[in-house]
């Protein structure tokens, strides 16, 4: 198999980051209905039950029964969330995001290094020689100018 080149492994991980992304927004958007449908029947469970108080269909009753135990699935949903388990699935989650930070990364080939090494240590010589050359020609005879015209 071919090496694939820089353009198609970024294209690639936009894809996967789409995807993935697309694929939380389905999950927000079914526990937002799941949640949006356990209000709405726990919100009309009461009132069927206020103003048809002496008359109960079975209709009613399953309704209010139904009501009743997708509230306490929430309800169990919402005390099972404050474990431990996800204090470890958080810590996994974080080394799993730098994993696939790190691939994302564009990491140079060894002549570039090269290539960039040789660069830096041309400039550390230029900027070095010329700091000595202004230290020695121009600011030391300068000062002992100025400190010769004080006596």
Do not use: C
């Amino acid at each position: 198999m071919a090496k694939k080149s820089k353009t198609q492994r970024a294209k690639a991980s936009a894809a996967r980051a789409a995807r993935k992304e697309q694929a939380l927004k389905e999950e927000a958007a079914a526990k937002a209905n799941k949640n949006a449908e356990a209000d709405a029947a726990a919100t009309e469970a009461p009132k069927k039950r206020f103003f048809k108080k002496a008359e109960k269909s079975d209709a009613a009753v399953d309704g209010g029964k139904q009501a009743k135990a997708s509230a306490k699935a929430v309800e169990k949903k919402v005390e099972k969330a404050p474990e431990k388990k996800p204090a470890k699935k958080r810590r996994f989650g974080f080394l799993k995001d730098v994993r696939s930070e790190l691939k994302r990364v564009t990491w140079p080939t060894k002549q570039d290094v090269l290539r960039w090494s040789v660069v830096v240590v041309v400039a550390l010589v230029f900027f070095g020689v010329y700091v000595a050359v202004l230290d020695n020609v121009v600011i030391t005879p300068l000062l002992i100018a100025i400190s010769g015209l004080g006596v």
